[in-house]
């Protein structure tokens, strides 16, 4: 015959010291909210960039381009974004993240001096569908 014996014991438990190198804590992610269009961050940019000049902060957009470590040609690039249509401005800063990358689709409209010819071409281009 055998026998069943079942013990049941109560004792404090504590747990000692953890052996090796003591792990940081992992930092919890950051909440994620969706980054702003390329463009519309250049669009800031360029408007910063222009009251910097404007206030006397910086001599020229040479000053501009090594401080921001890029060339000269960039920093005319991001500037001629001042040369769209206010409307079209305004517009670029209001969108919504899209993916869209950078201003290349912009440079035909910033080549055109007359608004309400860039106006004309911004309504026809699948860019401005995409935008806000």
Known sequence: MKANFKVAISAPFAPGPKRGKPRAEKPKPPETRPRPPRFAVLMALAIHMEQ???????????????????????????????????DIQLELLLSTPNGEQGEHPLRPLVAV?????????????????RSG
């Open 113 to 129: 001096p007359d608004w309400q010819e860039q106006r004309a071409m911004w309504l026809q281009s699948s860019f401005h569908s």
């Open 52 to 86: 910097l000049l404007r206030h006397g902060h910086v001599r020229d957009q040479a000053e501009l381009a090594q401080l921001a470590g890029v060339t000269r040609a960039r920093v005319t690039q991001v500037m001629n974004l001042l040369d769209l249509a206010p």
